[in-house]
């Protein structure tokens, strides 16, 4: 009850279907043992993948023999560590495409492809998401939606076996380890040198990378919040907590999807959107924290118990006055 109609618009998106359904703070929801258990995948060929000159934010599902695995390795995201795994795929038309894991699930692959004796991992991955860096399109599984299913008996397992040339389902399985350069190193943005320089323009077709950039700060977005509450174990965004028990929201407790904590203790954290230019173009850059603070000496905290309503003009001010000042910000 009580839910909104949406169009079906964001990144990685369920299904393509145009609508979907949206909870929010009022919608009501029981569930029921009648609901059937349903398994339906709706598999892409591992071509259709790759030839994908956009890719489109919508979940897929894979199936393949995973062929390539490297070793676990970890990676600073987001202020914390997390693990990753890359593996290669290969379907039916002896088509390979790159997956990388991450965290729970990379574990979970690296066990069982390690510990298997029984023939070729075949593995089917649900809700998976799709991903072009440097012109290459991989798969990766999503933080919470993914399902893997390594070997079971699932019908659509069983036919790829079947379908499988010249492979003996009792032989051992063979994996060719992926090795990729690594280092142990953290790379911070005083790691790039000027050789990374980027213009406005520059920045546009690409499709993920890390530069460096010089540009002048010419307004602050208005419309769209300055600031966020933060969990103060990853600085990800904390949401309002809600009581399963009494299917209510409880006042100033709060929960951290990104820590999977119920419950955590947070705080006000900047969240900046500006518009800059060079002499290429504009375009708009979002200034977090350690960069807001550089320039106008005050937390988001400070800054919010002050008059709210001249929050935006105090910020201007201060932000026009560091940059007469020559104040650069890495």
């Known amino acids: 009850m009580n839910f909104e109609v949406l169009g079906n618009n964001g990144d990685y998106r369920g299904t393509t279907h145009p609508y979907k359904i949206s909870f929010i703070w009022t919608t009501y929801m029981k569930t029921s043992e009648q609901i059937p258990n349903l ?45 990753l795994l890359d593996i290669q795929l290969r379907d039916l038309s002896e088509t390979i495409i790159e997956c990388t894991l991450w965290e729970n699930r990379a574990e979970d692959v690296h066990s069982y492809v390690k510990n298997n004796k029984t023939g070729p991992v075949i593995l089917l991955g649900s809700l998976m998401r799709t991903k072009k860096f440097n012109g290459k399109i991989s798969v990766q599984n999503s933080r919470f939606s993914t399902k893997l299913f390594l070997n079971e008996d699932i019908d659509e397992i069983s036919e790829f076996k079947k379908g499988m040339v010249n492979t003996d389902n009792l032989a051992p399985c063979t994996v060719t380890p992926v090795v990729k350069p690594t280092s142990n190193k953290v790379v911070t943005v005083d790691d790039f040198p000027l050789s990374c320089f980027k213009t406005i323009d520059q920045l546009m077709c690409i499709e993920e990378s890390t530069c460096v950039m010089f540009a002048s700060i010419l307004a602050i977005q208005k419309g769209i919040p300055w600031f966020y509450v933060g969990c103060k174990g990853c600085c990800g965004k904390a949401t309002p907590y809600f009581n399963p028990v009494t299917e209510e929201i409880e006042a100033n407790k709060y929960a951290c999807d990104s820590c999977e904590k119920d419950e955590t203790t947070t705080s006000i954290r900047y ?60």
């Open 39 to 83: 398994s339906h995948f709706n598999l892409s060929p591992f071509l259709d993948i790759l030839s994908q000159s956009i890719v489109d934010d919508v979940f897929i599902d894979i199936l393949g023999e995973i062929v390539g695995m490297g070793e676990i390795t970890e990676r600073k995201y987001a202020w914390h560590s997390t693990k």
């Open 271 to 330: 969240k900046l959107q500006v518009k800059v230019a060079d002499h290429t173009g504009s375009t708009s850059f979002l200034l977090f924290d350690r960069e807001v603070i550089q320039l106008i000496h005050k937390s988001a905290y400070e800054l919010l118990e002050q008059q709210v309503q001249v929050c935006f003009p105090l910020i201007l001010h201060l932000f026009h006055v560091s940059m007469m000042n020559g104040l650069n910000i890495k």
